[in-house]
């Protein structure tokens, strides 16, 4: 059986602490990790504390990824915030089929809050890797509206097809344009609201 655990940030890195992991010995577990932070532009903005990746250095069972929290490009109060690319998940796709080649038991995913761009990538899992038992474990949490993002599954699942070769993609088209180049929709607010 396959265990997702999907994590905040800060409660992802105090398992890795409790579970002694850290770049000198995760390459000797039977385990995978996802990474999601925002990029550097969102934590500037937000002034968010988790900015930077509890692995710093690359690992075969390790994927950092750098995007927010959005499912399409915005320009925000001059911040252009960054939603999943598809080079991140075809990247993606790659990192979660090679670790199930390589039968590990367990895949911890965080991103800031668990809430939806680490449920994006842990229900394309669900749906897409039907061959084995899959058990998903979040966080107990009834302070906040489970809401997976949307963006980053139906990237997740355009890059699973392509690669593939499955329909829309059979004969070797391209991505829409829509999925390649996000529109960037801008939003303009009053500072004080």
């Excluded at 990192?95 to 895949?107: A, H, N, P, S, Y």
């Excluded at 139906?154 to 699973?160: E, I, P, S, V």
Aim: with cysteine.
């Amino acid at each position: 059986m396959l265990k997702i655990k999907v994590l905040p940030h800060g409660n992802f890195d105090e398992k890795m602490v409790e579970l002694g992991l850290n770049d000198g010995n995760v390459d000797n577990t039977n385990m995978a990790f996802i990474s999601i932070i925002g990029t550097e532009e969102c934590l500037k903005y937000w002034v968010e504390s988790d900015d930077k990746h509890y692995f710093n250095n690359e690992h075969e069972n390790v994927l950092n990824l750098e995007f927010d929290d959005i499912s399409f490009d915005v320009m925000y109060n001059g911040h252009h915030f960054k939603t999943m690319t598809m080079g991140q998940a075809e990247k993606t796709i790659d990192f979660i089929e090679r670790m199930l080649e390589k039968g590990v038991d367990t895949i911890f995913l965080h991103c800031r809050a668990s809430i939806s761009r680490s449920r994006g990538v842990a229900e394309f899992i669900c749906r897409y890797c039907k061959a084995q038992d899959i058990e998903v474990e979040y966080l107990d949490r009834n302070d906040y509206v489970n809401t997976l993002n949307f963006g980053v599954l139906n990237r997740l699942q355009h890059a699973y097809l392509k690669k593939h070769k499955l329909a829309p993609y059979a004969n070797d088209e391209d991505y829409p344009n829509e999925l390649i180049d996000t529109p960037i929709r801008i939003i303009n607010r009053n500072e004080n609201e």
